[in-house]
């Protein structure tokens, strides 16, 4: 199995002719992100992908436009299900709503839809994605949650947990700020990985945008992120997109 970091958050899972898309994004909504620290590559510089798999429909894991003009408006797109009327809204042609548990084969590929939560109350799924016998979760932007343990008994374990690490706080007007982030820090991330028995970790969504007072990456992230790496005896790795990890 050969998984490719895409921007941000995303990846591209192939294995035996058939590639996933997971949470493919180029578009920024700069009002709220501010300008990208890092570039951001159109998806066309990845390979194609036979179907897109969308953890939540934030305009950083899900962009409707970069995904018609790279895949075209036929890919199957499965996102969660309390969501799929908003693809109706789109150009996108065959949106597929999805329930934790439920199950999709692409080829050699078998998927499963996890329990994830959103940091800001939005439906939110995880994905981990087999092929015989190799095996990662994906888990968009979650927070911690109390799902881990299941996830774990269930799926576990794993080859790789792609986690989220920014710990991003963020303050807009209509909510009331809480001073707590929307999304795992780096500690978390690593508890994360120990408790799903992750053989390795690869941070995402981190990095690329810092926009305060609005969207606020927490603190010394790669630095926190490799000492709780060390303290708890996960082995971590970093991939800046376009660089691939392959399992044997």
């Known amino acids: 199995m050969n998984i490719q970091r895409l921007n941000w958050a995303g990846l591209l ?15 920024v909504n700069e009002s709220f992100f501010g300008r990208p620290r890092e570039r951001l590559y159109p998806l066309s510089d990845f390979g194609r992908a036979n179907a897109v798999l969308v953890t ?24 969660p299900a309390y969501s799929l009327e908003k693809t109706e ?20 590929l078998r998927i499963k839809a996890i329990s994830s939560v959103d ?4 439906p939110q799924v995880g994905w981990v994605v087999e092929a015989e016998g190799r095996k990662i979760i994906h888990c968009g932007d979650t927070l911690w949650h109390g799902y881990w343990w299941k996830i774990a008994e269930q799926h576990g374990p794993f080859d790789i947990a792609f986690l989220p690490v920014n710990g991003a706080i963020v303050e807009e007007e209509e909510l009331t700020p809480s001073g707590q982030p929307i999304c795992m820090t780096p500690e978390q991330a690593v508890s994360a990985a120990l408790v799903l028995r992750a053989k390795k970790i690869v941070p995402i969504h981190y990095g690329t945008f810092h926009n305060p007072p609005v969207y606020n990456e927490t603190p010394d992230l790669v630095d926190r992120l490799m000492k709780s790496a060390r303290q708890q005896n996960v082995i971590l790795e970093m991939l800046e997109p376009k660089q691939s990890i392959h399992i044997e």
Request: without cysteine; glycine residues 12%; negative net charge.
């Open 56 to 79: 939540h429909l934030h305009s950083d894991h899900y962009d409707a436009e970069a995904i018609v003009s790279t895949y075209g408006a036929e890919v199957p797109v499965y996102v």
């Open 119 to 122: 940091g800001l109350g939005d």
């Open 13 to 27: 899972v192939e294995w035996e002719g058939t590639a996933v898309a997971i949470d493919p994004m180029f578009h």
């Open 89 to 108: 809204k789109t150009s996108l042609r065959n949106g597929k709503g999805v329930r934790p548990e439920d199950t999709i084969t692409l080829g050699s």
